[in-house]
């Protein structure tokens, strides 16, 4: 009878607090809209769309970059089942994966390994040091599992295409 091996990820507390941020991030602009003419006089338009615009797309891209990697994964033998924020449940068999790339982001809070799981030339799941306090562990029970595809130099927008 085959041992069975199971893990589950644990969000770090650097995860919480980048969630928090990003969900006051968006309802930054959200209130200066509503108190736009207090913010910024009976001239309010031009400056609004000035400062606005921009604090909205920030917190647009904050909250789908936490939506996508604020996960908690579950690995066993063969599979690994993934729940995002919204509790959306998926379960990829890992023989389905082609393997992983491995990149680095960097920060002034330092810098942050990042294990992309590939299907295609698609990035299925995201595993980031930054979210996952227990990442080395995750790492080294799902490496042995998957082919190595290489390092992958991090850009932003080449982040946003490996998204599926």
Known sequence: MKKREE?????????????????????????LFF??????GNDY????????????LVSVRLLLGTWRR?????????????ANIADVVTKISLSELDGFET?????RGGRYEVLYLM????????????HLA?????KKFITPKLKDLGYGKFSLFGSLKRYR
């Open 103 to 107: 990149t680095f982001e960097t920060s």
């Open 35 to 40: 108190n736009r003419v207090e913010a910024f």
């Open 134 to 138: 227990n990442y080395v562990e995750i």
């Open 7 to 31: 893990m589950q990820s644990n969000l770090s507390y650097r995860a919480y607090v980048y969630a928090g941020m990003a969900v006051v991030m968006l309802f930054s602009p959200i209130y």
């Open 45 to 56: 338009d031009f400056k609004f769309l000035l400062v606005g615009s921009p604090m909205l």
């Open 70 to 82: 604020l996960i908690k994964v579950t690995l066993s033998n063969g599979d690994i089942t993934v």
């Open 119 to 130: 299907k295609g030339k698609k990035s299925v799941v995201h595993l980031s040091q930054f």
